[in-house]
């Protein structure tokens, strides 16, 4: 929602995936607070894993810059239902991460150590190989 934790990670795992001429990822929340920073417990672990530290600062989602061929990936079911409404026009196009996981919904690890961190990034790149793997748009074998 804030755009701190989840999103900037995968955002990250996605950039490492996806060529760039291919596919432009943006990192936005339903409530971001602009002027704040990735967490850093975040920038501990993306970090850890050869990830750039996104710099940018949190942006929300703007409607209005959701394209025709953009797809919206969100982390829990309550982000979803928020987004369609906010963007009724991308409906079928906005989608959980963990679509094709059995934990379908990536915890928030705001508060917790590092532990909780690793856990959900690991639960991240999950999704995030399970997509390039499964949409044929994400695909890296084009």
């Known amino acids: 929602m804030g755009t701190l934790c989840r999103s900037p990670m995968?955002?990250?795992?996605?950039?490492?995936?996806?060529?760039?001429?291919?596919?432009?990822?943006l990192s936005a929340g339903l409530v971001a607070q602009?002027?704040?920073q990735v967490a850093p417990l975040a920038a501990v672990v993306l970090?850890?894993?050869?990830?750039?530290?996104?710099?940018?600062?949190?942006r929300q989602v703007d409607p209005a810059t959701v394209g025709?061929?953009?797809?919206?990936?969100a982390m829990q079911h309550r982000h979803v239902r928020a987004l369609r409404a906010l963007v009724p026009q991308?409906?079928?196009?906005?989608?959980?991460?963990?679509?094709?996981?059995?934990q379908r919904e990536v915890g928030d690890p705001m508060g917790g150590g590092v532990e909780?961190?690793?856990r959900a990034f690991a639960h991240i790149a999950t999704c995030v190989d399970q997509w390039c793997v499964r949409d044929?748009?994400?695909s890296t074998r084009m």
């Open 10 to 25: 995968g955002a990250a795992l996605f950039r490492a995936r996806l060529p760039a001429d291919r596919c432009a990822v």
């Open 34 to 36: 602009p002027g704040r």
């Open 47 to 58: 970090q850890a894993h050869g990830l750039p530290v996104p710099v940018e600062a949190p």
């Open 68 to 73: 025709g061929d953009d797809l919206v990936l």
């Open 90 to 102: 991308a409906r079928s196009r906005i989608q959980l991460l963990g679509r094709w996981m059995p």
């Open 116 to 118: 909780d961190f690793e």
């Open 136 to 138: 044929a748009r994400l």
